[in-house]
């Protein structure tokens, strides 16, 4: 979970609206689940039909969970949130599933692919973590595939690839799909989705996140209008 901005809360407000009250935002995250069903059957095809061996590795939040609800929260007290709150949503919060989810994850479980839950949630909240998936529904939600923060997400991504071969990552930031993009700054950022672009809509899915990532305290580049002379 990544702190919020420390810019004025205006500049963050637009970006917590449409992240929660957008339809573009629910059809962007459905778009997202109807292509990685596509891209989950035809892996799944080409492995003679069977899940058996494949894995499916998701990050939770802004991806599977809809988290809008606490960042509203934070734009009522003064446009900022701290880990406690967070730590606080992740054992009381009530989100709810990011539309496909459900479908999807649910797919997935039919078809005997394993599925990990790779996030950056905080492990002493692990047991409310599961509660959580588990009470919406969502499959295969035991301890071993619920990771949390700890390790870098490469190193457990890793970790899973010794015994599966991991066909679909999901995830609402870069480095959800790749060690490379953790701790590098904006130009590195998008040099890299440049380099990793054939991956991109085909084992890696990336949902919208307005609301939170690395981005956030970058300087806009305006237009500089041209001077018109007065006639």
Request: charge should be negative; glycine fraction near 8%; hydrophobic fraction near 45%.
């Amino acid at each position: 979970m990544t702190q919020t901005t420390r810019r004025h809360p205006r500049e963050h407000a637009i970006a917590v609206r449409y992240q929660q009250r957008s339809a573009e935002v629910r059809a962007l995250q459905r778009q997202c689940y109807v292509l990685a069903t596509l891209r989950l059957q035809a892996a799944v095809a080409g492995n003679g039909g069977q899940g058996a061996g494949l894995a499916v590795v998701s990050d939770i939040d802004e991806t599977i969970l809809d988290n809008s609800a606490v960042m509203a929260h934070a734009m009522d007290n003064g446009g900022h949130d701290n880990l406690d709150t967070w730590k606080l949503w992740e054992r009381e919060g009530d989100p709810h599933l990011i539309p496909g989810a459900a479908e999807f994850f649910a797919l997935a479980d039919r078809l005997g692919v394993t599925i990990f839950y790779v996030s950056d949630r905080f492990d002493e909240n692990k047991l409310a973590t599961i509660a959580t998936l588990s009470k919406l529904g969502l499959p295969q939600v035991r301890a071993e595939q619920v990771q949390l923060f700890g390790p870098p997400k490469a190193e457990r991504r890793a970790a899973i690839e010794a015994a599966h071969r991991i066909i679909l990552q999901l995830g609402d930031t870069l480095h959800d799909f790749h060690g490379a993009f953790a701790g590098v700054d904006l130009d590195d950022q998008h040099r890299l989705t440049e380099t990793h672009a054939d991956r991109f809509g085909e084992d890696w899915i990336v949902f919208p996140n307005a609301a939170h990532g690395t981005w956030m305290e970058a300087d806009l580049r305006p237009w500089i209008a041209p001077v018109l002379d007065k006639v």
